[in-house]
Every structure is written in structure tokens, then in C-alpha cells.
């Protein structure tokens, strides 16, 4: 029941334009092509979700809170700072 009412819009409207001659086997067969397409999007987004916390588990440093909290404080200090980070001379 739910396959019909989302394929009968588009029989419809395949019928108005091409007469009486469109079947639902037609429309099937679109609706499957589109559900093995949605279905690589989400394979491809699950391999790629995995992938990139196995990569962050296991490769990237993780930040301490001396990262967070080491910066100037006043204006002077951070032009020190851009200057030396920077190898400004």
C-alpha cells in the first residue's frame, strides 16, 4: 500500500505525457535504481564516518588543556606571539 501511493503520482504523470503506455514495472524499475543509489550515499557516508574516527582515534594527538588555556593575555603578548610564531624579524 505504501509503494502505491508514492509510485502513483509518477505513473500518473508518465501516462499524461506519453499517452496510456506507461507501466508500473517502468516505474519499479526507477524507484529501484534510485533506492541502490540512496543506498551507495549511505554506505559511502558510513565508510567515511569510520574511517575518519579511526583515523582521530589513532593518529591525531589529542589537544590538553595547556593548548586551550596558553594564550596572551594582553595585546602585547599576542603581537609577541604573532611575531614568533610567524618568524616576523
Known amino acids: ?35 541502490l543509489a540512496m543506498a551507495g550515499v549511505v554506505v559511502s557516508s558510513l565508510f567515511i564516518y569510520f574511517g575518519l574516527a579511526l583515523y582521530n582515534k589513532y593518529f591525531v594527538k589529542p589537544q590538553t588543556e595547556e593548548d586551550f588555556t596558553n594564550s596572551p593575555k594582553t595585546v602585547d603578548d599576542a603581537v609577541k606571539f604573532f611575531i614568533n610564531r610567524n618568524k616576523l624579524k
Open 1 to 35: 500500500m505504501k509503494n502505491k501511493i508514492f509510485i502513483l503520482p509518477i505513473l500518473l504523470l508518465l501516462t499524461a505525457n506519453r499517452g496510456l503506455c506507461a507501466t508500473a514495472s517502468a516505474v519499479n524499475a526507477v524507484a529501484v535504481k534510485f533506492l
